[in-house]
């Protein structure tokens, strides 16, 4: 009786956290939880000093990326020569 109640619980308990994730999986790939005003009202709130850190950070992340790349690219023509 007890173990017929115990494995019940348990195919039930599968079930419903199997339907949940599945739920969970289709939110995040249908877009449910993106934010649209997120970036519109950051705009509205944040202060020029943010906003100018914020584009020197994106400057710092680029020439990063670019001397990460010619850093490969050199390299790559090292073993060849």
Do not use: C, H, P, R
Request: proline share 0%.
């Amino acid at each position: 009786m007890i173990n017929d109640t115990l494995f019940f619980m348990l195919i039930v308990g599968i079930i419903i956290s199997a339907l949940l994730l599945l739920l969970f999986i289709w939110g995040a790939k249908s877009g449910q939880f993106d934010d649209s005003n997120k970036m519109v009202d950051g705009l509205l709130f944040d202060s020029v000093e943010d906003l100018n850190d914020a584009i020197k950070k994106e400057k710092k992340l680029k020439e990063a990326k670019e001397n990460k790349k010619v850093k490969s690219e050199n390299k790559v023509s090292q073993k060849i020569d």
